[in-house]
């Protein structure tokens, strides 16, 4: 995991709680949602991501006229032998970046959204399993909202980490900016591992184990999200085990075999603020950060388990 | 070895007081064995166990206290079964206040279990029964710990809270399933064994219906509420409160100390005629209760006729005939705890007529005097009676001067040589029987006959009948008047006939009587027949007509009381959810400990730290900053974790271990920052 963070971190420079958050959510086997401004290296990172761990990728940028069909792939005639053969879309590789998500129609969100649950996709009548290991990168830009269709929150849900890059620090920009002419970071990026190893890591991670103490605590949590007087909706089970998962691979990130509380309250944020719903009628970035603010004040209120 | 759950102690001695109680509550054990019992229990539960350095001792002290008891069994100064139990008792506190070992808890329980037969041998109480049921739970609860403790491996906390609660289910049911089988199964009893007391708290009534009066003893009559004596009246009087005289017996012979008879034993019959009957008779059926823990039949003044005696044993129900004592006294023949009969006694206004029913030595005691009678008693009485020769007028003049002058007290006297020469003229101050004997020797020494009654005096409306209070007890005297028989004369003052004890207790006691009674028909008197005729009204709609059903509902505790029960049981059930709902304290753990003791250090040396901050983000935090506290916090926090989160337990003084590196760390680090402080502060200090 080290090494394929130290991979990221070429990419993406100035970055290396956010690269380690990412190398967390795709250890514990979830898809990631990015939302940031256009050009801070969302791309660069799914790029680099796929790069170092040797997965076949493929980019869809999300429009407003994007179909289904165009994602999933479709039935070609094929004239010489007579018959209809299933030519996969892009969704069909191991890691997808949807960029910006949120611009194509519900249509076309539901069926890659249906291919993120699944890990398989329905096309007339007949199923296609997706290849594994298979992960989606989603990005979002949260502050141009015109012309996009917001995601449902069922549909959020789906998503195990959302994150955002920010600006780099200045040095770091600056670096950026004398270094960048010679080469494309992505070119120093190396295959580390591969979907093999990448699965035995899952595997590992799901091993890790969960003292009830600590699972007693998510539960609290949940329970308080629910119960929270500025929230309209809490945390859902799905959530619940969400939190699980990533707090698993937080652990393994430690280099630990079981789950404590510190693993819980660094994931909780990127793992639950999407999730939750606002009471106020607040939007976009503003919405974001006052559920990012709600959940960190909630997990200072729960006790943690001693 | 490792420290026992101090839990399952305590539930043990507490199972173990519990069958302690279970034979105490038949009120014969006696006195010492209940104090060494006390104080061990009290002891036991403080987790002082005196006995574990010095077990030979001990043993030795039991030993020693088997042949005094034997002897006592020998010479008949105590019942074999009492110095069964009492020799239980010790035992049971030898063993509990012994090292806390596999062996005692067994040993422990083995002799709760003795206690608890011992007590079914002493009692059949309702008291008892609840003790035996406590006594099944405790154990129960603590054999269960111990075999959950025992499967617990050596270092890992005992998961209490997750086992009660099946554990108490478990108990429930098994509690609910002994009641099952004592419904359903065919009924054996072995309750013939031992001597049985009269069931009820304290066998002895204190203030009660006794077989001879004795001035005089030291103490205070305590005022006994409990019931005696339950009657129902035909025709009814209609008043709520009957202040009639309730006779059990009379005396005629006085000896300076004690009233007796000179009469002992005479008929035995089924019905016992004690006086024509005229055309009014006030009828009577009336229930001796266990309370009473006499044999006297009670009526009403005058009694005219009593019989049809029914005596109500723990083996069944049974007639009983009637024996005629001197002092026209009537017996029950059976020894019972409770009796039922009845009786037909003269309206009070009745004209009784010259007929006395008495023989000839009786005749001749009514004018006895004690043989040492103070002279200046008979003065007295001719002072005050100023040659009054009307028997009941004289009667009249020295009760009206005797309430005047004397006052009514429940303070016994204590043992003096002449106790009627002691309240005339020293004391001036005496209960009932005071009173009465006074004007009985008063009335005497003036040729006068007379003699003294006892009974009871009162009567509260209850249910449509009365009943009548231990507390009640009385005497009177009879005055000997030609031409109308013995007429009622009390001397005592008015307000202090009646049971002294306060309304709140005599409600609460009615209560309690009433479960009792309860108790005693549907648990203690439950027979085969019963379970028979359970079963047949199961089968067959009931033939009994809704009156019958009416006097067994009359014995039920009235609507306010089922309202009260009600109310404590909703307050119970709040309290319970209540402390339900509270936040759960998380088991203790050995690493929670630890984590403990790691916060108090950091505290102590005022090590930095954000509020809220936990342990494993302190170390984070240090780690990243380069603290010279991390070396030292990393290795701890790893292992702290482990052991609470990780599955990997702390060793043996492995937490020692881990501290003392920390307060060494944390003393080197005071050490680094003290001359740094002492820096920053030197340059004010001079400038100032």
């Known amino acids: ?306 | 070895m490792r420290q026992p759950l101090r839990l399952r102690l305590v539930l043990r001695d507490l199972a173990a007081g519990a069958a302690f109680g279970a034979m105490a509550v038949s009120g014969q054990l006696p006195v010492w064995a209940l104090a060494v019992f006390l104080l061990t229990l009290v002891l036991a539960l403080c987790n002082v166990r005196l006995v574990a350095r010095h077990a030979r001792l001990s043993a030795l002290l039991l030993l020693v206290t088997a042949v005094l008891l034997g002897l006592q069994l020998t010479s008949g100064a105590m019942n074999a079964v009492v110095v069964a139990c009492s020799f239980a008792g010790l035992i049971a506190a030898q063993r509990m206040l012994s090292t806390p070992d596999g062996a005692a808890d067994g040993q422990t329980h083995l002799t709760g279990l003795l206690m608890v037969a011992g007590g079914a041998a002493l009692s059949g109480d309702m008291t008892y029964a609840l003790c035996l049921i406590a006594f099944g739970v405790l154990a129960s609860l603590s054999l269960a710990l111990g075999v959950v403790e025992a499967a617990v491996p050596d270092g890992e906390p005992v998961p209490v809270r997750a086992v009660l609660r099946p554990l108490s289910g478990g108990v429930a049911f098994a509690v609910a399933g002994a009641v099952a089988f004592f419904v359903l199964f065919p009924r054996l009893n072995w309750a013939m064994v031992g001597p049985r007391s009269a069931p009820g708290l304290g066998a002895a009534s204190s203030a009660g219906f006794s077989d001879t009066v004795r001035l005089g003893g030291a103490g205070t009559i305590k005022s006994n509420p409990r019931v005696v004596l339950r009657a129902t009246l035909t025709p009814d009087p209609g008043r709520d409160a009957l202040d009639a005289y309730w006779v059990g017996r009379t005396y005629d012979t006085f000896d300076g100390q004690e009233w007796t008879n000179v009469a002992g034993a005479q008929r035995t019959e089924r019905q016992i005629t004690l006086h024509p009957a005229t055309d009014t008779l006030l009828h009577q059926r009336v229930e001796l209760l266990p309370a009473y823990g006499g044999r006297t039949l009670i009526s009403l003044e005058t009694p005219s006729r009593l019989g049809n005696a029914v005596a109500h044993t723990p083996t069944g129900t049974r007639s009983s005939t009637v024996q005629l004592h001197g002092g026209s006294e009537v017996r029950f023949t059976l020894t019972a705890t409770s009796y039922t009969y009845e009786a037909y006694s003269l309206p009070p206004d009745a004209k009784a007529g010259t007929h006395l029913n008495l023989l000839q030595a009786e005749s001749d005691q009514l004018l006895a005097l004690p043989e040492h009678l103070d002279p200046r008693v008979a003065q007295l009485a001719a002072r005050v009676l100023a040659g009054e020769k009307e028997p009941l007028a004289a009667a009249r003049k020295l009760t009206a001067w005797l309430q005047r002058d004397y006052a009514y007290t429940l303070e016994l006297a204590g043992n003096s040589e002449d106790p009627l020469a002691d309240f005339l003229f020293v004391r001036k101050a005496g209960h009932c029987e005071h009173f009465a004997t006074a004007l009985t020797v008063l009335l005497r020494s003036q040729g006068f006959s007379a003699r003294l009654a006892t009974g009871f005096f009162g009567g509260a409306r209850l249910d449509g009948g009365y009943i009548v209070r231990a507390g009640d007890a009385h005497a009177w005297t009879h005055v000997l008047v030609p031409g109308r028989g013995f007429v009622t004369v009390d001397a005592t003052p008015p307000s202090h006939r009646t049971s002294q004890a306060s309304a709140l207790l005599e409600q609460v006691l009615a209560l309690y009587e009433a479960v009792e009674a309860r108790w005693r028909n549907s648990v203690v008197d439950y027979s085969f027949r019963d379970q028979f005729e359970l079963a047949s009204a199961l089968v067959r709609p009931p033939r009994r007509p809704a009156q019958a059903s009416n006097t067994l509902s009359s014995r039920l505790p009235p609507a306010r009381a089922w309202l009260t029960a009600l109310g404590v049981a909703f307050i119970v059930w709040r309290v319970s959810r209540f402390l339900a709902r509270r936040p759960r304290r998380a088991p203790r753990m050995e690493a929670t400990r630890l984590l403990d003791r790691v916060d108090a250090q950091l505290a102590r040396f005022r090590v930095p730290r954000f509020e809220d901050e936990s342990l494993e983000e302190l170390t984070t935090r240090f780690a990243r900053e380069g603290h010279p506290l991390a070396l030292a916090l990393v290795p701890l926090t790893r292992r702290y974790l482990e052991a609470r989160f990780g599955g990997r337990a702390l060793r043996e003084g492995e937490a020692e271990h881990l501290l003392n590196t920390l307060r060494r760390a944390l003393e080197a680090e005071a050490a680094r920052r003290a001359p740094k402080a002492a820096e920053q502060a030197g340059p004010t200090a001079r400038a100032s």
């Open chain 1, 1 to 306: 995991m080290e090494r394929l963070a130290a991979q990221l971190g070429r990419a993406v420079q100035g970055k290396p709680s956010e690269v380690q958050r990412v190398v967390t959510c795709v250890v514990a086997g979830g898809h990631l949602l990015l939302e940031d401004m256009p050009g801070v290296g969302k791309t660069t990172l799914a790029e680099a991501l796929a790069r170092a761990c040797a997965l076949s990728f493929s980019r869809i940028q999300f429009t407003a006229d994007l179909l289904p069909a165009d994602i999933l792939g479709a039935q070609v005639f094929h004239a010489a032998t007579a018959t209809f053969s299933f030519r996969p879309g892009p969704l069909f590789r191991q890691l997808v970046l949807a960029d910006e998500l949120n611009r194509a129609p519900p249509r076309t969100q539901s069926a890659l959204l249906e291919g993120m649950a699944q890990g398989q996709v329905s096309l007339d009548g007949e199923t296609h399993p997706l290849p594994s290991p298979f992960t989606v990168v989603a990005t979002q830009n949260p502050v141009d909202f015109s012309g996009t269709y917001p995601l449902p929150d069922s549909q959020l849900d789906r998503f195990l980490v959302r994150l955002s890059l920010g600006h780099p620090a200045p040095d770091v920009e600056a670096r950026l900016l004398t270094t960048r002419g010679a080469a494309s970071p992505l070119a120093s990026v190396e295959a580390v591992t591969g979907p093999e190893e990448l699965a035995s890591l899952r595997a590992f991670a799901a091993e890790v184990k969960l003292d009830t103490a600590v699972a007693e605590y998510v539960v609290r949590l949940a329970r308080a999200t629910r119960e929270h007087g500025d929230l309209e909706r809490g945390a859902s089970t799905r959530a619940v085990l969400a939190l699980g998962s990533a707090a698993r691979a937080q652990a393994l990130w430690e280099g630990r075999d079981f789950v404590t509380p510190g693993d819980v309250r660094a994931m909780l944020v990127p793992c639950w603020a999407h999730r939750v719903l606002l009471r106020s009628a607040v939007q976009g970035v503003s919405a974001r950060d006052e559920a990012a603010h709600l959940v960190e004040e909630l997990s200072r209120k729960v006790a943690a388990p001693r």
